[in-house]
């Protein structure tokens, strides 16, 4: 493909019927501040501060289509009695000169069934950590009905006053997990082969696009391998995403990998808080998690932009804009990131650890921000998303 000339870091930029302020996202970080579902004050004010600090567009996650498809309880669904509160949030983010996009999904074979009290789904019946048991195959109408909450969804998010949706096809969740070769192990027309195997999630992408029309912009977190022995790999995701181009459906893909069911930190990258982590749960699941919890959460050494190398090879097989994600922290990396022909770059904890960081690297030429990858934000999601070091400066 050719390359475009270099876009500037602070030129307007399109994402579908959008115009961003400039070519910095912030990408979905779960907030942990929605206690049983509501829209609290602490979410309102993080996507605030967010849109405040100079990013053009904030992400909502991770917004349920359906109460069995919520990662726990805690998790907010995106349902109709949601709209007057999100309808704030929106405001919010406005009144601050950003974008804000609404992360949809559904949390198949990582949502908790004990905490939801509600059954999860899955491609094939399998064994689910996070659900705590046995998690059976979705039947056809099961599947059916999962296609309507992500249609009913995105329109709520539309009336809600986002201006973008996400589609979330990544981390092994539902939709990321049908195109998975080590998780679907189907043999009806959504299992089997690649085509088959990525139907579902291409079905669903269509029916969000086609419930939204073109009122807003419509993305996807796309996963370009799980990151586990046998699972999604290159030779397929790259496949599946020039399928994903060809039907139309999407503005941009934002370009991730990895498995919150299986490698919990191929997408962080870093320390591993396991102490942490052991401390934020009951004693129950901070003892399986001293057994299991190197198995599931291996150390892999932070570099900055630890997807590029994948990412290159979208960027080398795609026309559509891109969106790179993955251990951004400095402006040189969005510079030379932009100069590769990305059109926009997604940062998360580097804006947990100084959500002014944009408008430091805008307006003080700030080199690069101050988070240190330790990670100790991981487990504050149970009690509220932040960065420790921060807060301990306050």
């Avoid at 579902?200 to 977190?221: I, L, N, Q, Y």
């Avoid at 396991?274 to 998690?289: N, Y």
């Avoid at 580097?350 to 690069?368: C, I, M, Q, T």
């Amino acid at each position: 493909m050719t390359v475009p000339p270099h876009p500037g870091i602070w030129e307007p930029a399109r994402l579908g019927p959008l115009t961003l302020r400039n070519r910095i996202v912030k990408a979905a970080t779960f907030e942990g501040v929605m206690p049983r579902g509501r829209v609290t004050d602490r979410l309102v004010d993080f996507h605030a501060e967010v849109a405040r600090g100079g990013a053009a567009l904030t992400t909502v996650a991770y917004c349920a289509v359906s109460p069995g498809g919520r990662v726990h309880a805690n998790t907010l669904v995106l349902d109709r009695a949601r709209i007057p509160d999100l309808r704030r949030l929106t405001d919010a983010v406005h009144a601050e000169g950003g974008l804000v996009a609404a992360q949809i999904g559904h949390a198949g074979l990582v949502a908790n069934t004990l905490s939801n009290r509600t059954k999860t789904l899955a491609p094939s019946t399998r064994l689910s950590p996070p659900a705590m048991g046995l998690v059976k195959g979705a039947t056809r109408e099961e599947l059916d009905q999962v296609t309507r909450d992500f249609e009913d969804s995105a329109r709520n998010a539309v009336d809600a006053g986002f201006d973008a949706i996400e589609v979330h096809l990544g981390h092994n969740y539902l939709l990321s997990s049908f195109m998975s070769p080590n998780l679907n192990k189907r043999t009806d027309e959504y299992g089997g082969s690649l085509e088959r195997r990525a139907a579902f999630p291409r079905r669903v992408v269509e029916r969000v696009r086609h419930a939204v029309g073109d009122s807003v912009a419509v993305t996807a977190k796309f996963n370009m391998t799980d990151g586990v022995p046998k699972g999604l790999w290159l030779d397929d995701s790259l496949r599946i995403a020039q399928l994903l181009e060809a039907d139309g459906h999407l503005d941009a893909l934002q370009l991730t990998g990895g498995s919150s069911l299986l490698n919990g930190m191929y997408f962080f990258r870093g320390e591993v808080p396991m102490a942490e982590f052991v401390a934020s749960q009951p004693k129950l699941v901070g003892w399986g998690l001293k057994v299991y919890g190197p198995r599931i959460f291996p150390t892999y050494p932070f570099e900055e932009a630890f997807f590029l190398p994948m990412a290159r090879q979208f960027r080398e097989a795609l026309s559509m804009p891109l969106i790179l994600l993955g251990g951004v922290n400095r402006l040189d990396t969005i510079e030379n990131a932009l100069g590769e022909g990305f059109e926009f770059v997604a940062m998360a904890r580097a804006l947990l650890r100084d959500p002014d960081l944009v408008n430091k690297f805008r307006d003080l030429h700030v080199p690069e921000g101050l988070c240190i990858h330790c990670n100790k934000c991981m487990p504050t999601i149970y009690t509220g998303t932040r960065c420790v070091i921060r807060e301990t400066l306050r």
